[in-house]
Nanobody, 115 residues
């Protein structure tokens, strides 16, 4: 079963940075548009950043200018560099295709922004 595996979350102070990683099977990784999602406490899961095979990126308004999505095809790994973090960024972060495939959801990685 195809599944994406996220890592890199943790506790960080406001204004800090984290880099998340996502590993996926190669045929999925190189064929489809990939994306990062997050689900904060009491919120629905939302799409925050998307990366096409062409390299084109799209960001949600909440993270634009602070987060950067990238990929390393040789490692089948996608990254999310998160800077200037705020408590509102506290969430479980997931990666998947865009549009997401229900059966591809992994466990996610928890990001907590708190002083």
């Amino acid at each position: 079963q195809v599944q994406f595996v996220e890592s890199g979350g943790g506790l960080v102070q406001p204004g800090g940075s984290l880099r998340l990683s996502c590993v996926a099977p190669r045929n999925t990784f190189t064929t489809y548009i990939l994306a990062w999602y997050r689900q904060g406490p009491g919120n629905q899961r939302e799409l925050i950043a998307s990366l096409a095979k062409s390299g084109m990126t799209i960001y949600g308004d909440a993270v634009k200018g602070r987060f950067t999505i990238s990929r390393d095809d040789a490692r089948n790994t996608m990254y999310l560099q998160m800077n200037s973090l705020t408590p509102e960024d506290t969430a479980v972060y997931y990666c998947n295709r865009n549009p997401a495939v229900q059966t591809y959801w992994g466990q996610g990685t928890q990001v907590t922004v708190s002083s």
